[in-house]
């Protein structure tokens, strides 16, 4: 085949085509065609993974796009900024859902018919109507459950014993004599919470002047004295298998799961014993994964939540890439079969239900945009 | 008729058949280049915390960054940017000469292999001097142990450990404009400043270096404006020993949560930037140094 235009043909056309697609793009949403084959999900990562996402692709026939998040409240923030256009399914930890997106309409309540019996196969604590789940009043079901994890800090227990850590929970970080030994994971809103509990204050209730003073007093400490400051679970990991560090805050089953099923058992994530939330010093967290209030809304995200819901999915998404990390849906004696020993091992399994009864459920700190500038300031004057 | 005559040269440029063909391209620049940065300086006199551009306008943010201590991550990373410069241009200077002049054929290849580097990701990069300095099974460190029996102090998390990433990743953008500008200097120059007596180190301040001046000046702008707003060597090398400004930036836009903070420093940091590059390339006339050639 030949092409024989002008060069006036030409442009004639190409403007035609460009025209075309400019007023195309110009449409009302309606009349293009609607969402049935596509899902947009903004996550955290793992779900996210191929594998999760591939088997899903195949069998809706649908083109799935996922956005991984790393901090709830800039998830949150970019959902609020208009973001609610574009993502069918967001998935945050615990209080977002029931304390800030169910109150501003930014996301659908579920169909408890359709999906509560789901709970009734998970682990007992998360037995329907379970509080996170649902809206204040305990009528709407807004979200479902899947990943969670105790969240406190790292040790390499060839250095520091695992007794001793539980004993001295945050202690450890406050004590002079290992200054220069211990890291900072730079997930800030989580140095926060750890930082308050450090300051023997409660980081999920509104605090006095004088808490405030305590926390500034711990963040400025911790940040000095730590060996280093970083952003990657890997780097921290890394340091401390290498002797560079002996334990970092910020961490859990998150965060060392991976080291761990590396064959590195010696790196442990702790739950001291005690603390200052009503006698607990650990925190956990728990996400939820919910139906974004989208005007022009994928059917498929109702889709999604069931079929992550399936054992061998939710066995998936436990052990996607990057991070490894216990499921609801272990209660499931189906669930916990597909998980080898190793597997078993590096999500601490053996003291998973003891970590948990010394874990308070992790929540919103009212004060978190003060302390987040305190803590930032400690780190520039460092 | 005559008024016509009168406006027409003003407006003239309107009907230039290059600013019509030059149209599309700036439609795209004003909506993907300018309009962005619009939108960041708009939201720096946004209230606090706030996520829409409705606000009323405010200069509150522009007095937070000047009352807390964000002098300091600023002045760190300029201090870190100018010691940057310094470093690759006493490092890089020989390397270009010997690719402008000396290596002949080689020098191809000795560029391909600086360049390569360039295609995997500076994440990976720095990644892989953690693993090559970390103590214990570091790579260095577990060598120098296993043969020579050596146990070897910490490399890692320091201000050192920074500058070295930084020098690190941006020296081929010091190099390869060095060595154009080293390129520019002709040999029958050099020779007959030689034969008229002149020592090697008069010709290099006399001669190579004023005629090479184009390059070493692009190279060290580049290097400078890159290595300002640069955040991962700081990380992942210096273990966040200093914060620089650019890291500021990204926790006010992330876990602060604060846009308008972070787009009140972005805007410091571009202004900064901008004025320091305009004022260099004002001294320095390019246009004259690159004619006299």
């Known amino acids: ?382 | 008729m005559i008024a016509r005559l009168l406006i027409r040269p003003a407006f003239a440029w309107l009907r230039q058949p290059g600013l019509h063909a030059a149209v599309p391209i700036l439609i795209l620049l004003a909506i993907g280049f300018i309009g962005p940065l619009v939108l960041v300086a708009i939201f720096s006199f946004m209230p606090p915390r706030s996520f829409t551009l409705d606000g009323a306008p405010t200069i509150e943010n522009y007095q937070t960054v000047v009352e807390q201590s964000f002098y300091l991550s600023l002045l760190r990373s300029f201090a870190f940017a100018a010691g940057t410069v310094v470093v690759l241009a006493l490092v890089c200077y020989p390397v270009a000469l010997g690719l402008a002049k000396l290596f002949g054929r080689y020098a191809g290849l000795l560029t391909l292999i600086l360049v390569l580097p360039l295609f995997v990701s500076e994440n990976v990069r720095l990644f892989g001097w953690v693993l090559f300095l970390l103590k214990g099974g570091g790579v260095l460190a577990g060598a120098a142990k296993a043969v020579f029996g050596l146990e070897l102090a910490d490399m890692l998390y320091s201000n050192t450990a920074t500058l070295m990433g930084l020098c690190y990743v941006y020296l081929p953008f010091m190099l390869f404009p060095m060595v154009l500008g080293l390129s520019m200097v002709q040999r029958d120059v050099v020779e007959a400043a030689s034969d008229l007596g002149a020592s090697r180190w008069q010709i290099m301040r006399e001669i190579e270096l004023p005629l090479a001046m184009p390059g070493l000046v692009i190279g060290g702008l580049l290097t400078f404006v890159l290595s300002l707003g640069a955040l991962t060597e700081s990380k992942v090398l210096g273990g966040s020993k200093v914060i620089m400004i650019a890291a500021d930036i990204e926790s006010a836009f992330t876990f602060g949560q604060n846009w308008p903070l972070g787009s009140a420093l972005s805007m410091l940091l571009l202004v900064l930037a901008g004025g320091l590059v305009l004022l260099v390339l004002r001294k320095l006339d390019l246009d004259a140094i690159l004619k006299r050639r």
């Open chain 1, 1 to 382: 085949m030949r092409w024989n235009l002008s060069r006036r043909q030409f442009m004639r056309m190409t403007g035609a085509a460009a025209g075309g697609l400019a007023a195309g793009s110009l449409l009302p949403r309606g009349a293009r065609a609607a969402r049935e084959k596509e899902l947009n999900i903004f996550c955290w990562e793992g779900y996210n993974s191929d594998a999760v996402l591939d088997p899903f692709r195949k069998e809706f026939d649908a083109n799935v796009k996922a956005e991984t998040q790393t901090s709830d409240p800039e998830a949150v923030n970019r959902v609020r900024a208009g973001e609610s256009k574009v993502f069918d399914l967001i998935n945050l930890n615990n209080p977002w859902a029931r304390k800030v997106l169910w109150p501003e309409k930014l996301i659908k309540e579920l169909d408890r018919g359709r999906f509560e019996p789901y709970f009734s196969k998970m682990m007992p604590s998360f037995k329907p109507p379970y509080r996170w789940a649902m809206s204040d009043d305990g009528q709407s079901l807004l979200g479902m459950c899947q990943r969670f994890g105790p969240f406190s800090f790292v040790v390499n227990t060839d250095k520091i014993s695992r007794e001793l850590a539980e004993d001295q929970g945050f202690d450890l970080f406050n004590d002079d004599k290992h200054a220069g030994k211990y890291g900072i994971l730079t997930f800030d809103d989580w140095n926060v919470y750890h930082m308050c509990i450090g300051a023997g204050v409660h980081p999920f209730r509104a605090h006095t002047e004088e808490e405030i003073q305590a926390f500034e007093k711990v963040a400025r400490k911790w940040v000095k004295n730590a060996k280093l400051l970083g952003g990657d679970p890997v780097q921290m990991n890394l340091a401390l298998i290498n002797g560079e560090i002996d334990f970092y805050c910020t961490g859990g089953t998150y965060t060392a799961s991976p080291a761990r099923f590396d064959g590195k058992t010696n790196i442990r994530g702790i739950t001291p014993k005690r603390g200052p939330m009503d006698g607990k010093g650990g925190i956990v967290w728990i996400e939820v994964t919910s139906v974004i209030n989208n005007p022009d809304g994928s059917p498929l995200a109702y889709d999604f939540l069931e079929y992550v819901q399936r054992p061998d999915v939710a066995k998936v998404v436990a052990f996607a890439e990057g991070t490894y990390n216990p499921v609801a849906q272990m209660g499931n004696a189906d669930v916990q079969a597909k998980f080898s020993k190793e597997e078993l091992d590096a999500i601490q399994w053996d003291s998973l239900e003891w970590e948990l009864e010394r874990s308070y459920e992790y929540d919103i700190n009212p004060d978190y945009p003060r302390m987040i500038e305190i803590l930032n300031a400690a780190k520039r004057e460092r």
